[in-house]
C-alpha cells in the first residue's frame, strides 16, 4: 500500500510539474513583444543584392508551365545566376525558392552555398510564394508545411532571411484574412526562431496593400524573428515614398524595384537616391536586392541600375 501511495503522489507531482512547465512556456510566450521598429546601433548599412525573380523567363528550371525566353543561350541556372551576382559587384544573391528544382535535396542547397562562398558573396536570402489567409484545413496546413520546410532550406543554405506572403481576402473578411495571416505568422516564425532564420511579410497586395495594413498585422505578431520585406515598387498609393518611409523601421529586407506607381498614375522610375535616403533615416542595416520587373531584358537593364544602386550606397 505504501508503495502505491507513493507512486500516487509521484504521479501527481509530476503531473503538476507538467502543467507548471506548460504554464511557464505560455506565460513566456505572452512575454514576447510584438514586433516594433528595430532599434539599431551603430550607422546605416545598406549591402547590395540581386533577386532571382529579375531572371524569372530566363531560368533553365524545367517548369513547363512558366514562359521563357526563346533564347537558349541566355537561359540559365541558379548557380550562373550567382556568378551573375559577383561579377556585377552584388555582395548578395537573393534564390527564388520558384527556380528550384522540385524537392532539392540537401546535397543539391550544400552545393549552391559552396559555389557562392567560392565567388565571395553571401546568399542573402530566399523568397517563397505562400498564402497564410486560408481556413483551417488540409489546404493551410500545406502552405505552412511548405514555409516551414524553407526555413529548413534556408538554414542548409546559410540564407538568413525568407520573404513570406500574407495572403488574399477571397470569400473572407479583411477582420478573418488578417487573423489567420498573424496566426500563420506567428506559428511559422516561432519555428523560424529554433533554425535562426528571419522572415520578412511582404508589402504585396490585398491585406497588406497599404503601409498601415502591413505595420498592423505585423505588430501584431509576438515574435523576434518578423518584420518587413519591404518592396519599394508595391505600394499603388497616393504617397508611394511615404508608405515606404513608414515601413523602413520595421524592414528586414528591402527589395529596390526600378519604377513606382502612384495610385491613379502612370508608371515613373525610381528616385534610387531618395529611397537610399529614405532607408539611411530608418538606420536601416541589411542587404538591398534590386527585383528588376520592367520591360527592358534584365540583360541589358539590370548591370546599370546596380551600379547606379551601388553609387548611391556609397554617395
Not at 14 to 22: H, I, R, V
Not at 209 to 229: K, M, P
Not at 272 to 286: E, F, T, W
Request: proline share 5%; net charge positive; charged share 20%.
Amino acid at each position: 500500500m505504501q508503495n502505491k501511495l507513493h507512486r500516487r503522489a509521484f504521479l501527481t507531482r509530476g503531473t503538476q510539474t507538467c502543467l507548471l512547465l506548460s504554464g511557464i512556456a505560455a506565460a513566456t510566450k505572452s512575454f514576447i513583444s510584438a514586433v516594433e521598429p528595430f532599434q539599431r546601433a551603430g550607422n546605416p548599412r545598406l549591402l547590395l543584392s540581386l533577386a532571382a525573380y529579375s531572371f524569372r523567363d530566363s531560368f533553365n528550371d524545367g517548369n513547363p508551365s512558366r514562359t521563357q525566353t526563346s533564347d537558349k543561350e541566355r537561359r540559365i541556372d541558379l548557380f550562373q545566376f550567382i556568378d551573375f551576382c559577383a561579377d556585377n559587384g552584388c555582395e548578395g544573391t537573393e534564390l527564388t525558392s520558384y527556380y528550384f528544382p522540385p524537392d532539392p535535396t540537401a546535397d543539391f542547397l550544400l552545393k549552391l552555398k559552396r559555389h557562392a562562398f567560392l565567388r565571395g558573396i553571401a546568399i542573402s536570402g530566399t523568397a517563397v510564394g505562400n498564402n497564410f489567409t486560408l481556413s483551417p484545413g488540409q489546404k493551410r496546413d500545406e502552405q505552412i508545411t511548405m514555409v516551414k520546410t524553407w526555413i529548413d532550406r534556408a538554414q542548409i543554405l546559410g540564407a538568413p532571411h525568407i520573404r513570406v506572403f500574407a495572403g488574399s481576402e477571397a470569400g473572407i473578411s479583411t477582420s478573418d484574412a488578417k487573423r489567420l495571416c498573424i496566426a500563420g505568422l506567428e506559428e511559422c516564425a516561432d519555428y523560424a526562431a529554433t533554425k535562426g532564420i528571419i522572415l520578412g511579410l511582404e508589402n504585396h497586395g490585398g491585406i497588406v496593400a497599404e503601409a498601415d495594413a502591413i505595420i498592423e498585422i505585423v505588430r501584431s505578431v509576438r515574435s523576434n524573428w518578423l518584420g518587413i520585406n519591404l518592396d519599394t515598387g508595391n505600394f499603388r498609393t497616393n504617397d508611394p515614398y511615404g508608405d515606404i518611409a513608414k515601413c523602413a523601421p520595421f524592414a528586414v529586407n528591402v527589395q529596390l524595384k526600378s519604377e513606382i506607381t502612384p495610385k491613379g498614375g502612370s508608371k515613373t522610375q525610381a528616385d534610387i537616391p531618395r529611397l537610399v535616403r529614405i532607408l539611411r533615416a530608418a538606420n536601416y542595416q541589411g542587404y538591398v536586392a534590386l527585383e528588376y520587373e520592367a520591360s527592358e531584358t534584365p540583360w541589358t537593364a539590370v548591370p546599370p541600375l546596380l551600379a547606379q544602386m551601388k553609387r548611391a550606397f556609397t554617395a
